[in-house]
C-alpha cells in the first residue's frame, strides 16, 4: 500500500488525521483546518497526534468527546507535570552531589595548606 500524498490527505478530516497520525507522525498544520470542523477527528488528533490541546477543534467538539477530551489532556498535562518534576528533582539531587563534592574538596585543600611551610610562613 503506496503513502497518500499531501494533497489526498486533504481531501477530508479522516484523511488529514490519519496522514498526520501513520504518514507524518507528527503534527499536520496544512490538514489542521479541515480537521478541526469535525469533533470526533479533532478529538483525536488531540490525543494521539499532538498529545495535548488543538485549540482550533475545541469549539466543534460535541458533548461526548468534550468529556473524553478534557480528561484525557488533563491526565497527558498531569503525567508531563510530573514528568517534568521527576527530571528536575534528578537534576536539583545532581547538582546538590557535585556542590558536596566540590565542599569536601575545598576543605581538604584548606587542610594541607593550613598544615603547609606556606601558611606558617603567612602566619
Do not use: H, W
Not at 19 to 32: C, D, P, S, T
Request: charged fraction near 40%; glycine fraction near 4%.
Amino acid at each position: 500500500m503506496t503513502k497518500p500524498s499531501e494533497q489526498e490527505a486533504l481531501k477530508s478530516a479522516r484523511d488529514s488525521y490519519l496522514y498526520a497520525l501513520n504518514v507524518l507522525e507528527g503534527r499536520f498544520e496544512k490538514g489542521e483546518d479541515i480537521i478541526s470542523k469535525d469533533a470526533y477527528y479533532s478529538y483525536q488528533y488531540a490525543l494521539k497526534v499532538l498529545k495535548g490541546r488543538f485549540e482550533k477543534g475545541e469549539d466543534v467538539i460535541d458533548a461526548y468527546c468534550s468529556k473524553l477530551y478534557k480528561e484525557n489532556i488533563y491526565n497527558i498535562e498531569k503525567e508531563l507535570k510530573i514528568k517534568l518534576e521527576k527530571e528536575l528533582k534528578i537534576k536539583l539531587e545532581t547538582e546538590q552531589i557535585k556542590l558536596e563534592k566540590e565542599k569536601k574538596e575545598l576543605e581538604e585543600l584548606k587542610m594541607e595548606f593550613e598544615k603547609s611551610d606556606l601558611a606558617e610562613l603567612l602566619g
